[in-house]
């Protein structure tokens, strides 16, 4: 044999072993091809079959975008409403579809609206084909769909529902508004508790993500119940207060100087010159009670520059602000905000208990305690506290927020309350129109509040006097020109007068124990968050 | 025979405890009555109507004070607030009688409080401290101040210093506590283990006991105060209060043997009983 022969059959051999590898390949490609075919055969025949005998093709369907085509006059029942007594009704609900689930010739849905959901069921049967159960399984999840179903009662609790008592057996199924296959998080996910998540290795969604896709995570239960509840404290706070004769006021959120100082303001170009974002309503509050409305609050957006990214600071919050004349002691005023808010917490206490619930299984917390009349320590029996507790600090010192904290928790354990009032501040401490205490220059008439140990209300009695306010004003060292309006305002005669403000999304949070303010601001707004 | 059955205590044994315990109070009964019989041969103007008393003398026994420093600590620069936690369905009225005394004797700044844990309170139990203090608006200013918390709470509560002393439970506890406060124990130990005893037979016998009890104790407390004016002899003491407002409690006051229905009538009429009084209806 040639050394070339010997290459030649080399090379025959091994271009057999390559053919017969191909060779096998091709098979397996024409295997595939003919199951494709076959499949495809199978679904014309399917679909065929669909054309052919779906009985139940005007039953279902996704309908065309509504643009109020016409007046249907039907009423929709709430899914809240679905109770055993509607047994054997047939119903319309409206609703999103929360989870489905395919079995055979059963598709199990879960319909959502707001807080409440209801197991429905479509199977095939006199009143829906398999085809109509197919187009159920198929929808995707958020969709708002309208279904006509009839209700029954169910011999065995549903637990994972609202509406433990009831199904629905669907028998036409409309899809109103179609959501993306893909969603951006899972609302499971989104209201399972942490420790949960922590322990069993499944997912939660961090907030971040969260607050990117704030309109689905606002979808979840728990989101529903803090913002049901934070309309709650809004509405007790205007109810309240309008009972004591307290009016409603609007005040500019425009403003041309900042009114304590330059610091943590937004500046705002105005037309030719800038101006400034408000830091409170205060200024504005005061002049009302000069001009004699005697008791205003104002509910509205306040803003703070403050570079800080802290789980309690927005840069823009709902502030609930209250001033009110007094007769002879700023304690009127005291005793007229805690009220106030012993009216709040008592409303939440009663008519909220759901919503608290609800949170409670997402963020476990204790339940928040108070005392009606509201506790009033003073400052001096705080640093007492403080002192013997093993903190060092001086007589004038303001609180700092670890030692507001364990103040907190040293009042509790006596007390057991989560809302007191820290009255008789150091006048160092406290901004330049509070009015000093008339027996002791050190001390001021001014007062905190505290919820959980942290702060939500700071204010005082303020100066009335113009002479008295140029007085302190100079003493901190503050341009009197940039305040001459403010000073002004007190020069045609004033009543003495107090006040404050608080946060509502810090009250939120604090009332139901949360951890972080984002998560009671519908689309909050920090150093690092512009959007939603 | 054994002496546990399943885990349970034999019938027999109990009874012979019980029978026991009986005896045991039997013998201090005994022994206070011959104590009260001993003061009257002692005392001269120990059969005198207390009805005709000046109130002024019967008081005498507690304006006494004691140095709140040496009782209660170091002043610690802050108002010395004692917290009471008390159940509204069971008001403490021991407790508000020992506050007027120390109203009497010391600055108090008194304030009442609902808790959240309690829904409605009705209104004489707000104003049962009397009216608030006209200082109230400076804490600063006063000795002592007795904040009242009308909360859930099973048993009546006391806390001071939540960090150098652990809370006190209980209405007896507390009345002892307070009482200290006044500075008027009696300083013959015997008398001191007498009014412990009486203190101890309120509330076991006389609020929580069964009719039986309730009955034997009226009975014993007949035969003391049938041999002296008060319980522990020419004075009123804690054991008078405590006795006195458990068997006032029950509202079964009219019911009790005479020497009984005549002490408490001498009881409430002592100044500091008064602001018991729109509790009792």
């Given at each position: 044999m040639t050394?070339e022969?010997?290459?030649g059959?080399a090379?025959?051999e091994?271009q057999?072993?390559q053919?017969?590898k191909?060779l096998?390949?091709?098979q397996?490609?024409?295997?595939?091809?003919a199951?494709?075919a076959?499949?495809?055969?199978?679904l014309a025949a399917?679909?065929?079959?669909t054309?052919?005998?779906?009985?139940a093709q005007?039953r279902y369907?996704?309908?065309v975008?509504?643009?109020s085509?016409e007046?249907?006059?039907?009423s929709l029942v709430?899914?809240?409403?679905?109770?055993p007594?509607r047994?054997?009704?047939?119903?319309w609900?409206?609703?999103?579809?929360?989870?489905?689930?395919a079995?055979?010739?059963?598709?199990?849905?879960?319909l959502?609206?707001?807080?409440?959901?209801?197991q429905?069921?479509?199977?095939?049967?006199?009143?829906?084909?398999?085809?109509?159960?197919?187009?159920?399984?198929?929808?995707?999840k958020?969709s708002?769909?309208?279904?006509?179903a009839?209700?029954q009662?169910?011999?065995q609790?549903?637990?994972s529902?609202?509406q433990q008592?009831?199904?629905l057996?669907i028998?036409?199924?409309?899809v109103?508004?179609q959501a993306?296959p893909?969603?951006?998080l899972q609302?499971?996910?989104?209201?399972r508790p942490?420790?949960?998540?922590?322990?069993?290795?499944?997912?939660?969604?961090?907030?971040d993500?969260r607050?990117?896709?704030?309109v689905?995570?606002l979808?979840t239960?728990?989101?529903?119940?803090i913002?049901r509840?934070?309309?709650g404290?809004?509405q007790?706070?205007?109810?309240?207060?309008?009972k004591k004769?307290?009016?409603?006021?609007?005040?500019?959120?425009?403003?041309s100087?900042?009114?304590e100082?330059g610091?943590?303001?937004?500046?705002v170009s105005y037309?030719?010159?800038?101006?400034?974002l408000a830091q409170?309503?205060?200024?504005?509050?005061?002049?009302?009670i000069c001009?004699?409305?005697?008791?205003?609050f104002?509910?509205?957006?306040v803003?703070?520059?403050?570079d800080?990214?802290t789980?309690?600071?927005?840069t823009?919050f709902?502030g609930?602000?209250?001033e009110?004349?007094?007769n002879?002691?700023?304690?009127?005023?005291?005793?007229?905000i805690t009220?106030?808010?012993v009216?709040?917490?008592?409303g939440?206490r009663?008519?909220?208990?759901t919503?608290?619930?609800?949170?409670?299984?997402q963020?476990?917390?204790?339940p928040f305690?108070?005392?009606?009349?509201?506790?009033?320590?003073?400052?001096?029996?705080?640093?007492a506290?403080l002192r013997?507790a093993?903190?060092?600090m001086g007589?004038?010192e303001d609180?700092s927020?670890?030692?507001?904290?364990?103040?907190?928790?040293?009042v509790?354990?006596?007390?057991?309350?989560d809302?007191y009032?820290?009255?008789?501040y150091?006048?160092a401490v406290r901004p330049?129109y509070t009015?000093?205490d008339p027996?002791?220059?050190?001390?001021?008439?001014?007062y905190?509040m505290?919820m959980?140990g942290e702060?939500i209300?700071?204010g005082?009695q303020?100066?009335?006097?113009?002479q008295?306010?140029?007085e302190?004003?100079l003493?901190?060292?503050?341009d009197?020109?940039?305040?001459?309006?403010?000073?002004?305002?007190?020069?045609?005669g004033?009543?003495?007068?107090?006040g404050?403000?608080?946060?509502?999304?810090?009250?939120?949070?604090?009332?139901l124990g949360?951890h972080?303010?984002?998560?009671?601001?519908?689309f909050p707004?920090?150093?690092?968050?512009?959007?939603p | 025979?054994p002496m546990?059955?399943?885990?349970?205590?034999?019938p027999?044994?109990?009874a012979?405890?019980?029978?026991q315990?009986?005896?045991?109070r039997?013998?201090?009964?005994?022994k206070a009555?011959?104590d009260g019989?001993a003061?009257?041969?002692?005392t001269?103007?120990a059969?005198m109507?207390?009805?005709?008393?000046p109130?002024?003398?019967t008081?005498s026994?507690f304006?006494g004070?004691?140095?709140?420093?040496?009782?209660?600590g170091?002043?610690?620069?802050a108002?010395?607030?004692?917290?009471?936690?008390?159940?509204?369905?069971?008001p403490?009225?021991?407790?508000?009688?020992?506050?007027g005394?120390?109203?009497?004797?010391?600055?108090?700044?008194s304030s009442?409080?609902?808790h959240?844990?309690?829904s409605?309170?009705?209104?004489?139990?707000?104003?049962c401290l009397?009216p608030?203090?006209t200082?109230?608006h400076?804490?600063?200013g006063?000795?002592l101040g007795f904040?009242l918390?009308w909360?859930?709470v099973?048993k009546?509560?006391?806390k001071?210093?939540?960090?150098?002393?652990?809370?006190?439970e209980g209405e007896?506890?507390?009345a002892?506590?307070?009482?200290?406060?006044?500075?008027?124990?009696p300083k013959?130990p015997?008398?001191?283990t007498?009014l412990?005893?009486?203190?101890?037979?309120?509330f076991?016998?006389?609020?929580?006991?069964?009719?039986?009890?309730?009955?034997?104790v009226?009975?014993s407390l007949?035969?003391?105060?049938g041999?002296s004016?008060w319980?522990?002899?020419?004075e009123?003491?804690?054991?008078?209060?405590?006795c006195?407002?458990?068997?006032?409690q029950?509202?079964?006051?009219?019911s009790t043997p005479?020497n009984v229905?005549?002490w408490?009538q001498?009881c409430?009429n002592?100044?500091?009983f008064h602001?018991?009084t729109p509790?009792l209806?």
């Amino acid at each position: 044999m040639t050394k070339e022969e010997v290459k030649g059959s080399a090379e025959e051999e091994q271009q057999e072993a390559q053919s017969k590898k191909a060779l096998k390949k091709q098979q397996k490609e024409a295997e595939k091809a003919a199951k494709k075919a076959e499949k495809q055969a199978k679904l014309a025949a399917d679909q065929q079959t669909t054309e052919e005998d779906d009985f139940a093709q005007d039953r279902y369907g996704v309908c065309v975008m509504m643009q109020s085509q016409e007046k249907l006059d039907r009423s929709l029942v709430r899914v809240c409403e679905l109770t055993p007594d509607r047994a054997g009704q047939t119903v319309w609900v409206r609703a999103r579809i929360h989870t489905s689930r395919a079995k055979g010739k059963q598709c199990f849905l879960v319909l959502r609206q707001q807080q409440f959901n209801v197991q429905a069921l479509v199977a095939v049967g006199e009143r829906a084909s398999k085809q109509m159960v197919k187009f159920a399984a198929n929808i995707t999840k958020e969709s708002i769909v309208d279904v006509e179903a009839v209700v029954q009662k169910v011999e065995q609790k549903i637990e994972s529902c609202s509406q433990q008592d009831v199904e629905l057996h669907i028998q036409r199924l409309f899809v109103v508004s179609q959501a993306e296959p893909r969603l951006p998080l899972q609302l499971e996910d989104a209201v399972r508790p942490e420790a949960e998540g922590e322990e069993e290795g499944r997912a939660t969604v961090n907030q971040d993500t969260r607050l990117d896709n704030r309109v689905i995570d606002l979808r979840t239960t728990t989101s529903q119940a803090i913002f049901r509840l934070q309309s709650g404290v809004c509405q007790l706070f205007r109810d309240t207060l309008t009972k004591k004769g307290f009016i409603e006021i609007q005040t500019p959120k425009i403003i041309s100087a900042a009114s304590e100082g330059g610091a943590n303001v937004f500046t705002v170009s105005y037309f030719k010159t800038s101006a400034y974002l408000a830091q409170s309503p205060q200024l504005y509050k005061q002049m009302c009670i000069c001009a004699d409305f005697d008791k205003v609050f104002c509910v509205g957006p306040v803003f703070r520059a403050e570079d800080s990214n802290t789980h309690r600071h927005l840069t823009e919050f709902v502030g609930l602000d209250i001033e009110m004349a007094f007769n002879y002691h700023y304690h009127e005023v005291i005793n007229s905000i805690t009220d106030t808010m012993v009216q709040i917490f008592k409303g939440l206490r009663d008519n909220f208990q759901t919503e608290i619930q609800t949170v409670c299984k997402q963020y476990p917390s204790e339940p928040f305690k108070f005392l009606e009349p509201t506790l009033r320590l003073e400052f001096t029996e705080a640093v007492a506290l403080l002192r013997s507790a093993g903190v060092e600090m001086g007589d004038e010192e303001d609180l700092s927020t670890p030692n507001e904290k364990l103040l907190g928790r040293l009042v509790k354990e006596k007390y057991d309350t989560d809302f007191y009032v820290l009255d008789k501040y150091p006048l160092a401490v406290r901004p330049f129109y509070t009015m000093p205490d008339p027996h002791d220059p050190k001390y001021s008439n001014s007062y905190d509040m505290f919820m959980r140990g942290e702060e939500i209300l700071s204010g005082a009695q303020r100066v009335h006097d113009a002479q008295l306010l140029t007085e302190r004003a100079l003493h901190h060292g503050i341009d009197l020109e940039k305040i001459k309006a403010y000073i002004d305002s007190f020069r045609y005669g004033a009543p003495p007068h107090a006040g404050g403000g608080i946060g509502l999304e810090r009250v939120t949070m604090l009332y139901l124990g949360l951890h972080n303010v984002r998560q009671t601001s519908m689309f909050p707004r920090d150093p690092k968050r512009l959007t939603p | 025979m054994p002496m546990y059955q399943n885990g349970e205590v034999d019938p027999a044994l109990k009874a012979l405890e019980a029978r026991q315990d009986e005896i045991m109070r039997k013998l201090y009964e005994l022994k206070a009555a011959v104590d009260g019989l001993a003061k009257t041969v002692t005392t001269p103007d120990a059969d005198m109507d207390v009805t005709t008393m000046p109130q002024t003398t019967t008081m005498s026994a507690f304006t006494g004070t004691a140095d709140l420093d040496a009782l209660l600590g170091k002043d610690p620069g802050a108002l010395r607030d004692i917290v009471i936690n008390a159940n509204p369905a069971s008001p403490p009225l021991s407790l508000l009688v020992l506050h007027g005394l120390l109203c009497q004797s010391y600055r108090v700044l008194s304030s009442v409080h609902v808790h959240s844990s309690v829904s409605s309170v009705p209104p004489q139990l707000l104003s049962c401290l009397g009216p608030r203090h006209t200082d109230s608006h400076t804490r600063q200013g006063f000795q002592l101040g007795f904040t009242l918390i009308w909360k859930d709470v099973p048993k009546v509560q006391m806390k001071f210093s939540t960090q150098s002393m652990c809370p006190i439970e209980g209405e007896a506890n507390v009345a002892r506590f307070l009482f200290r406060l006044l500075g008027s124990e009696p300083k013959d130990p015997i008398v001191a283990t007498q009014l412990d005893s009486w203190v101890d037979t309120a509330f076991f016998q006389l609020a929580e006991g069964g009719s039986k009890e309730r009955a034997a104790v009226l009975r014993s407390l007949n035969s003391a105060l049938g041999c002296s004016i008060w319980l522990l002899g020419h004075e009123p003491s804690l054991a008078d209060i405590v006795c006195a407002c458990c068997i006032l409690q029950d509202g079964q006051a009219s019911s009790t043997p005479a020497n009984v229905q005549r002490w408490l009538q001498a009881c409430r009429n002592l100044e500091h009983f008064h602001c018991i009084t729109p509790l009792l209806q």
